[in-house]
């Protein structure tokens, strides 16, 4: 396999606080993890590059210091949502690219809502 | 920048007919192409990809030939199934080999197919 999960799959919180979205690759390393957001109807849309021990890169637009990316082992990169608001609400999704391949995994997505 | 533009849809089809979605790109140099398939609560699944001109990709019955001429990747598939019924999404990949953002993936809209008995 070459599986990876998300957690919590749905999560709904209240404007203003921060929620934390955990991806974990289950039967492989990976140096590097995506994160996507994709609106309805809409395609994925790249937020940040995680690498595993270093910053994340972050594309232009994605502000770094709302959108807090961390990869502190080769299973899990967590993205965390700081002082939500509604317009944050999105499904988000997160890849994972094996340390010696270019194919990247899915992980089901988690759906934000924000009150 | 890199883009994929993908057929509108929703497309509907009746079981065991023909199926083509379409795929153009625009991109500077020589990317690999991919379609991703995402079926009802699951996450994105590679479907098949192409690495170069001219290459087929194939699997389950779909296939999408890489043609750089015409820019374009579209997906077929002779007989659909209700199984089939998905988003089905066209994307790019550009980079070398070591860098940070390598293998990073540039998605078209993506198209839900809807099959019938």
């Known amino acids: 396999g070459a599986v990876v999960s998300q957690h919590p799959s749905r999560v709904i919180c209240k404007s203003g606080t921060s929620v934390k979205i955990e991806c974990r690759s289950l039967d492989f390393q990976a140096t590097t993890m995506f994160w996507y957001r994709q609106f309805p109807k809409q395609s994925l849309m790249l937020m940040a590059t995680?690498?595993?021990?270093?910053?994340?890169?972050?594309e232009q637009g994605v502000e770094k210091d709302k959108f807090l990316i961390n990869h502190a082992s080769l299973t899990l990169s967590t993205l965390t949502v700081t002082s939500a608001h509604p317009e944050d609400s999105s499904f988000y999704i997160c890849?994972?690219?094996?340390?010696?391949?270019?194919?990247?995994?899915f992980g089901p997505g988690t759906r934000l809502t924000v009150t | 920048g890199d883009s994929v533009t993908q057929m509108e849809g929703p497309v509907t089809l009746s079981e065991e007919a023909f199926l083509t979605i379409n795929c153009t790109y625009t991109?500077?140099?020589?990317?690999?192409l991919f379609w991703y398939v995402q079926y009802p609560g699951e996450g994105l699944q590679l479907l098949l990809k192409a690495t170069k001109a001219d290459d087929k990709g194939s699997n389950k019955g779909f296939e999408a030939t890489y043609r750089k001429e015409t820019t374009s990747f579209h997906l077929e598939k002779g007989s659909v199934q209700v199984s089939d019924s998905a988003v089905y999404f066209c994307a790019l990949s550009k980079g070398g080999a070591g860098g940070t953002s390598y293998g990073k993936l540039t998605f078209g809209q993506g198209t839900i197919l809807t099959v019938h008995p």
């Open positions: 991109a500077t140099g020589y990317p690999s």
């Open positions: 995680s690498n595993e021990g270093s910053k994340a890169t972050y």
């Open positions: 890849s994972a690219r094996k340390t010696v391949s270019y194919e990247q995994y």
